[in-house]
Structure formats: structure tokens, C-alpha cells
């Protein structure tokens, strides 16, 4: 089961160069890992949302393509925040 559910989501989660770079930016200047993950978590629950329907097999794979995070985090970078 493991293993044919992360042959659905493998290719969604690959970081590209617009990911590491803006991962680069929230983290620049810290040096433990807890803060730089606090630094990434609070980035993502203020600057991202996310509403799912999911139906068939979207209710256990999620909906996307290869860069599907990439155009969040874009879409993320150019709205204001709350």
C-alpha cells in the first residue's frame, strides 16, 4: 500500500530551484534546524491556503502534476498575507 501510494505523490514532492531559493530566503540567518523549520512553517500557514475536494482517487492522491508546489508558492509569494 505504502509503496503504490508514494508511486502517486513521488513526482509532487520534488523541490525545484524556485522552492530551494524562497526555502534559502524564509531560513537566511538562522542556523538551528527548530528555527529554520519555524521560519518555513510560519511562511506556509501565512502566506499559502488550501481548500480540497477531493473525489475518486483525488480523495487519496492529491491533485497535481510535477511543479504543482512551485506554482503554490508562486501564487503564495504575490498574495498578501491575511
Do not use: N
Not at 25 to 38: E, F, H, S, W
Not at 46 to 66: A, D, M, N
Request: proline content about 4%.
Amino acid at each position: 500500500m505504502g509503496r503504490w501510494y508514494w508511486s502517486l505523490v513521488l513526482d509532487q514532492l520534488q523541490s525545484d530551484s524556485t522552492i530551494k531559493q524562497v526555502a534559502a530566503q524564509v531560513t537566511a540567518g538562522l542556523y538551528g534546524d527548530v528555527d529554520k523549520v519555524r521560519a518555513l512553517h510560519r511562511f506556509v500557514i501565512e502566506k499559502t491556503r488550501y481548500v480540497g475536494l477531493e473525489f475518486g482517487i483525488h480523495g487519496t492522491s492529491p491533485i497535481g502534476q510535477p511543479g504543482a508546489a512551485t506554482s503554490v508558492l508562486v501564487t503564495a509569494k504575490t498574495r498578501p498575507c491575511c
